[in-house]
């Protein structure tokens, strides 16, 4: 009438090198107190670091298999916790982006009788840190009446990018847009002339911190006239002048 019930079996999503915890409830049906129970988990994944166990209350023995306790008494009405805590580090030479790693408890001795139902199993889906987000171009672009700009980033490996406005509410209200901003090579459309826009390239993986490049500033100028120590060239209206030859 044991069971062990891992938090429902619920999924915890964590980006590498956080803490995680599971808990684990071990409780019965019996009315009485039940002794000599043996609680079982499977060998932790090699990713976690710092990883422990550590039981809510009791007197317990931890066997030489450090992932197996004996609880000498457990009572009807107060139910035993194991706390798993620590945290996922993948290998920096490897491409993992996500995984998920479980840790299955169950109660595995009752007295002398062997017992291995039921099985309860905790995941944790870990994210890997997403690549540093960087730009493959000017961080300042200017134009004379054009505005259209295009901008590029550097390739990456792990996680999602995208081009992002540092004022996303100014870029609406102006009526810029991105075109392709889940492209390495993407256009910036619609910027006024007289006026400037900034973008940056991002790259996100799950739960982790969203990578964000250096700022890029895009600007379309009025170059309509040119003026030169104050003198204003003008072509006379663009008229076309008749001649001779020579």
């Known amino acids: ?45 090699e990713e976690f ?3 422990k166990i550590t039981p809510s209350y009791g007197n317990y023995t ?12 457990l009572s009807k009405n107060t139910p035993i916790t194991f706390t798993i805590t620590g945290k996922v580090l993948f290998d920096v030479n490897k491409i993992i982006k996500e995984k998920s790693l479980g840790v299955t408890g169950t109660v595995c001795k009752i007295g002398a009788d062997v017992k291995n139902e039921p099985v309860a199993t905790a995941t ?18 200017e ?57 940056k390239w991002s790259v996100s993986n ?5 990578s964000y490049s250096e700022t890029v500033t895009l600007t379309n100028k009025d170059c309509s006239d040119i003026d030169l120590d104050g003198a204003v060239v003008d072509a006379e209206g663009g008229v076309i002048k008749s001649i001779c030859e020579d």
């Open 1 to 45: 009438g044991a069971v062990v019930d891992a938090e429902g079996g619920v999924i915890k999503s964590i980006c590498e090198d956080s803490e995680f915890s599971y808990v684990f409830t071990l409780k019965h049906s019996l009315d009485m107190d039940v002794k000599g129970i043996s609680v079982c988990f499977s060998e932790l994944p």
């Open 206 to 210: 799950g739960e982790c911190a969203t």
């Open 49 to 51: 670091t710092a990883s």
């Open 143 to 199: 134009q004379c009446n054009v505005g259209t700009f295009t901008v590029t980033a550097q390739s990456y490996d792990v996680g999602t990018g995208e081009w992002v406005f540092v004022d996303p509410a100014a870029a609406a209200a102006a009526g810029v847009v991105i075109n392709n901003a889940d492209q390495l090579t993407a256009t910036v459309v619609g910027v006024p002339t007289n006026s400037s826009v900034q973008v």
């Open 62 to 73: 931890k066997s030489d298999n450090k992932l197996t306790w004996t609880i000498d008494n």
């Open 124 to 141: 944790v889906k870990v994210y890997q840190k997403p690549s540093a987000a960087t730009i493959d171009m000017e961080a300042e672009v």
